[in-house]
């Protein structure tokens, strides 16, 4: 067995704000194998994508990061800034949601890739454009050429998403980190996108951490799948198991909120909500986090906090009363 | 630090208010003998030229700087404000209208300007007040825009309109106090503003005149004097440093209490 | 940007219409007999009957703003009190003026500038404190105030620096000797207000995602802070350069009559303190136009520096 590309242990992530502390992400491990793509799913503030950013230190200064990220056996919280630098873009890169404002407007799409390039591989300004040609194609953009030379707003959301991952790819990284890639994008637009992502996956043999609210994206293109809730782990499995055999009530929950107009027997189910919000991240949990919206809750769920229990092969939960009614 | 502002902006309201209560001597008080005099017990900031006590009519000049800070900002408000929440409600041709009129008031560099009034109208206080006015309406009308584009999409809008409620009440009863803490912050940036800029053209005796006392007036008196006693150039000048940045300063506190998104 | 361009010099050239008309309405706004305030005060028949034919002061006023203009187009801007071509007195004394206004602009670069940067960048610790507060007094300060403290100290104590006057080019030792403090007076006030915007401009551009992107494609933060957050704010400055172009003409009127420097700017006063109308008429008209067409240059250099207005 080879061991994980990515070993994430205890994670924790505190902001420091003027009203106080918020635990954004609480002792979160996970790992990633290499060419493995990793789901991370959750709602809105449930921490999934500062986790992403914690990994290679790209939160603010107002962030206090706690626990070990091993990347190739070496504890990337600990790097040095210039050999974190080293890594950035170069091991270990990223796609962010919002491909309009992640692209820098007054350079060519040419430029902002080729700069990576020539930073990490030390290629010259020909060489580099070459090869950012060369990526171009590979994320499918057509007529390249002329592409290169465009600048960000000249090209459509779809468009720009794709330069940015060929920006990612362009020193061959062994983790791609996509933070909700498809979210700002149309929906005919990101089919698209997560099929470029299963193309990289097979030909290039990239590991991949989506990170997304998206179940059915998640469904499409990922190995693995962990579910997050208020900055702690809630269930982790194989993407088939998941859907077929979801274990805790937030991801059945999750599950029954996809809207699924046909099903097989003709009948349109009701679109199920989970009543309730998520809880305030002020304080460390005493409690499971889910508690106040779960059906099955009792006195154990309001008073201790349930820990990650393997209730099926290969199949982790955090909760005292898993199952799938 | 906007509480520290707004103490010494209030201690200058007091004096310029109660400067004849405060102030040692009148105005024009002279005292031929003791002319140029350092300072002493009997003149705490010593005499000017004529043998005017100046810490007096440091006081005394208070009146008429405050005076034209605080009204010409006033009547740029009064002027600028309705104009410019037309321009962003109606938008269209008045917006474009408005914003071309607005270019035109600043194609004129603020003294010449004032230079333009002056020829007109003559200087003098009211010169001074005019032209500061008329100079800080640009700055005005923008703000209102800008502010009546974001509130012309509040909620209560339709719901209004749907009530029956006219233009000018939406306008005036309903938007307008939304937007006062923006206007007030602006308010107090264009004051101090207006305190310097009517000491620039008091000095150029294009403002208040001689023997009437205002900051400006007292700088320019004390340019003949400045190898002699630059005192009489330094507290004046001290005066106007301190009022306006006490403005600024309750302006900057202001704005960081009302309004918490802008970057610091 | 053929489009952006077309329009702003549009709007420029409606703008410089409606502002000469004011100029004209300006004058004949003046109490008693344009006549009078045009000819210089001169009250000989035969000279007031000459001026009112020049001018075509008896005829409607359209024609005479049209007759007008048609003269200041050709470069005829009348004759002052002292039977000089106020055209010709202007273009003397401009140059001097332009002369203060680039050295102050330097100096205000100079400082302002790199003073806003840093700030940014090391916001919330002391020295963004030092400079945000030294910006805030530099605002607050009246720069004449200013001026005449320095000659005080410099001049007069010192014996560094001259009090006033100016030397022609043709000496540009002296030149600079007489232009040095008036340009730092009149940059300081400039430098505050650039440092201000500068800082401000640099936290949006730091806090912008592409400044994410940079940083997680391993740049370093050197790299990260000049290339990409730099360029962005300094392309968000130069439209404010524009408007504070007229702060600094302003500026100049104040400085030159404090320094005694014989330009543009102490020209505008002389002309209110003799009461010499055409001049100030003139004048009046001139530095409109100049700076309307100052604001229009900046337009064109907005426009080719932002690539989403260069290019469609």
Redesign the interface.
């Known amino acids: 067995m080879t061991p994980p590309l990515l070993e994430v242990e205890d994670l924790s992530v505190r902001f420091d704000t003027d009203d106080g502390f918020v635990h954004a992400v609480d002792r979160l491990s996970f790992t990633l194998d290499t060419g493995e793509v990793l789901g991370i799913v959750g709602e809105s503030g449930c921490g999934k994508s500062v986790t992403s950013m914690a990994l290679v230190r790209l939160l603010p200064e107002t962030a206090v990061v706690g626990g070990r990220v091993l990347f190739d056996g070496v504890d990337l919280l600990g790097l040095s800034s210039r050999r974190l630098r080293q890594v950035r873009g170069r091991q270990i890169s990223y796609v962010f949601q919002e491909p309009m404002t992640s692209l820098n407007p007054v350079f060519t799409v040419g430029y902002q890739i080729g700069e990576v390039l020539r930073r990490h591989l030390g290629l010259s300004r020909a060489a580099a454009r070459d090869r950012a040609l060369e990526l171009l194609r590979l994320v499918r953009i057509p007529a390249p050429e002329r592409r290169l030379d465009d600048y960000p707003h000249q090209l459509s959301g779809g468009m720009r998403q794709r330069v940015m991952i060929a920006m990612a790819l362009a020193c061959d990284p062994k983790v791609l980190v996509a933070d909700e890639p498809t979210t700002a994008l149309d929906v005919t637009i990101q089919a698209g996108i997560l099929d470029l992502m299963r193309d990289i996956r097979e030909r290039l043999g990239t590991a991949i951490i989506l990170i997304t609210h998206n179940l059915g994206v998640v469904a499409d293109v990922a190995d693995r799948v962990l579910v997050m809730y208020a900055g702690r782990k809630a269930e982790e499995s194989g993407v088939d198991d998941l859907f077929a055999h979801p274990q805790h009530p937030y991801t059945i929950g999750l599950l029954g909120a996809i809207p699924r107009p046909y099903e097989g027997e003709g009948a349109r189910r009701r679109l199920q909500e989970i009543p309730g919000r998520v809880p305030s991240l002020r304080v460390l949990p005493t409690a499971c986090a889910f508690a106040d919206r779960c059906s099955r809750a009792d006195e154990l769920s309001r008073t201790q906090v349930p820990e990650l229990r393997e209730v099926r092969p290969r199949h982790f939960v955090a909760c005292f009363h898993p199952g799938e009614t | 630090m906007a509480v520290g502002g707004l103490l010494v902006v209030a201690v200058f309201v007091v004096v310029a208010i109660f400067a004849p209560w405060l102030a040692p001597y009148g105005a024009g008080a002279t005292d031929f003998n003791s002319l140029l005099a350092h300072p002493s017990s009997k003149h705490l900031l010593g005499t000017d030229e004529l043998g005017r006590d100046v810490l007096s009519r440091v006081f005394w000049g208070a009146r008429a700087s405050m005076q034209v800070g605080f009204l010409s900002t006033m009547l740029a408000m009064v002027i600028a404000v309705p104009v410019g929440m037309v321009a962003g409600y109606y938008r269209g041709w008045v917006d474009t209208v408005i914003a ?2 607005t ?2 008031l ?7 300007l004032a ?2 009034l ?3 109208l003559g ?1 003098s206080l009211l010169n001074a007040t005019l032209a500061l006015g008329v100079g800080a309406v640009p700055g005005f009308v923008r703000i209102a825009r800008g502010e009546m584009l974001a509130l012309r999409e509040e909620d209560y809008v339709p719901a209004a309109i749907v009530n029956g409620a006219n233009d000018a009440t939406i306008i005036f009863r309903h938007i307008l106090p939304n937007m006062t803490s923006t206007l007030l912050v602006q308010a107090t940036v264009t004051i ?1 503003g207006a305190i ?1 800029g009517e ?2 053209l008091s ?4 403002g208040v005149q001689p023997p009437t006392p205002s900051w400006g007036v007292m ?1 320019q008196d ?2 003949s004097y ?2 002699q006693a ?1 005192r009489l ?2 507290f004046p ?1 001290l005066a ?2 301190f009022a ?2 006490a403005f ?2 309750l302006g ?1 506190g202001l704005r960081d209490v009302l309004d918490p998104r ?2 610091r | 940007m053929g489009g952006f361009l077309i329009r702003r010099t549009g709007a420029a050239l409606v703008v410089l219409v409606l502002a000469s008309m004011l100029v004209f309405l300006g004058v004949r706004a003046i109490p008693g007999d344009p006549a009078i305030a045009l000819g210089a005060e001169n009250r000989d028949p035969a000279v007031l009957a000459a001026v009112r034919h020049k001018y075509m002061l008896d005829r409607p006023l359209p024609v005479q703003y049209a007759h007008w203009i048609s003269l200041a187009i050709r470069g005829d801007l009348g004759v002052d009190q002292r039977q000089l071509s106020v055209a010709h007195t202007i273009v003397t004394r401009l140059p001097i003026t332009l002369e203060l206004a680039l050295l102050s602009i330097f100096v205000a670069t100079l400082v302002g500038i790199p003073a806003g940067v840093i700030a940014a960048v090391r916001r919330g610790k002391p020295s963004d404190y030092a400079a945000t507060a030294v910006a805030l007094v530099g605002l607050s300060v009246p720069h004449f105030w200013l001026g005449l403290l320095m000659i005080v100290w410099f001049a007069v104590d010192l014996h560094w620096l001259p009090a006033s006057g100016y030397v022609t080019m043709q000496h540009p030792l002296a030149n600079l000797e007489h232009m040095l403090m008036p340009s730092l007076v009149l940059g300081a006030g400039f430098a505050a207000v650039l440092m201000r915007q500068m800082r401000s401009s640099m936290l949006a551009s730091l806090g912008a995602d592409y400044v994410r992107t940079a940083r997680a494609k391993g740049l370093s933060e050197l790299r990260v802070v000049w290339r990409h957050a730099l360029r962005n704010s300094l392309i968000t400055i130069t439209t404010v350069m524009g408007l504070q172009l007229g702060a600094l003409i302003s500026g100049a009127v104040i400085t030159e009559t404090i320094f005694g420097i014989a330009g543009f700017g102490r020209l505008t006063i002389d002309a209110v303190n003799q009461r010499d109308y055409t001049l100030i008429q003139g004048v009046v008209l001139v530095a409109a136009v100049g700076y309307v067409v100052a604001n229009l240059l900046v337009d064109v250099v907005y426009s080719l520096l932002n690539p989403r207005i260069r290019i469609g």
């Open positions: 071309r009129l270019d035109v600043l194609a004129f560099p603020f003294l010449i230079v333009g002056a020829a007109i200087p101090p310097v000491a620039v000095f150029l005796g294009l700088l004390a340019q400045l190898a630059p150039a330094i000048g106007i440093v306006a940045l600024n300063v900057d802008t970057t």
